[in-house]
């Protein structure tokens, strides 16, 4: 089941029911935003973080802004229909696009069942970059061709991610991840002036750990300590190879995972 409607109201509907319009301006242009959540026996993990992103990112975008009670409505009837099976692990995903010209924003919200991911990944460097200065720096979007390009070539080499730049060189973030760095044993993740996503797992990282924002530079992945990405489905997940690099999973990102896993089972909505 889905939930689907405007950004006021809505309704639980089949999956064989869905249908956007042609006319919608996320379909057309990419004009939407969303947001994807892990769900664990039944309850989303930091949901308010995210409402709030969606919040920031329909703003960025100039759309009339969602609703949260809506949204919250929306989310927790989709996960009282979900089976159980799905309730266990699951992706609950958010999306909310400028809709019909002439009509009101579309918002729809699915659950899928979810496999936990490897305690481990791999990444490649590519030669494309993140821009700093667009306009809609900083927002989730469903304008999402670059990301996929970029997620293909990754794929192409037996890798899960890729790892950008942005346009002055500087260490940016993944196509579905933000990237830290350990230097000297401390974590270490480009600051927001990058050009990267404010990831909500990202900034638990800080707060939880006191990781530091920073200006990296690109070719400090080929000395860093330690790699990891996070995400919300990829929690924190050690990168044990970089391109052509071999990389040990390292003592600060092993503590750093499974104190995440602990806060995050014990924290529902951080």
Aim: a negative charge; charged letters at 20%; proline letters at 6%.
């Amino acid at each position: 089941m889905l939930w689907f409607g405007t950004r006021d109201a809505g309704s639980l509907i089949g999956d064989d029911q869905a249908a956007v319009s042609p006319a919608d301006r996320g379909f057309t242009v990419g004009e939407g935003v969303f947001e994807t959540l892990v769900v664990r026996h039944g309850r989303p993990f930091a949901l308010e973080r995210h409402l709030e992103r969606l919040l920031n990112s329909a703003a960025i975008l100039r759309l009339p802004a969602p609703d949260p009670a809506v949204v919250r409505s929306a989310a927790a009837a989709v996960l009282d229909t979900a089976s159980g099976t799905v309730l266990e692990r699951a992706r609950l995903r958010i999306t909310y696009t400028a809709g019909d010209p002439q009509g009101l924003p579309t918002l729809m919200v699915t659950c899928m069942a979810f496999q936990e991911l490897p305690d481990r990944t791999t990444a490649i460097t590519v030669p494309w970059v993140r821009n700093e200065r667009s306009g809609i720096a900083g927002a989730k979007s469903t304008s999402y061709a670059e990301n996929a390009v970029a997620l293909a070539k990754a794929r192409g080499a037996h890798a899960t991610e890729a790892i950008l730049a942005n346009t002055v060189d500087q260490l940016c973030e993944g196509t579905t991840s933000n990237v830290f760095v350990v230097i000297d044993g401390l974590a270490l993740t480009p600051a927001l002036a990058s050009g990267c996503l404010p990831g909500v797992t990202r900034q638990l990282v800080i707060e939880w750990f006191r990781a530091d924002e920073a200006t990296l530079p690109y070719d400090i992945l080929h000395t860093a300590d330690e790699i990891f990405l996070t995400s919300s489905t990829r929690g924190i997940q050690p990168v044990v190879r970089l391109d052509d690099r071999v990389l040990d999973v390292g003592p600060v990102t092993a503590r750093l995972r499974g104190e995440f896993l602990e806060l995050a089972a014990d924290n529902v909505n951080p």
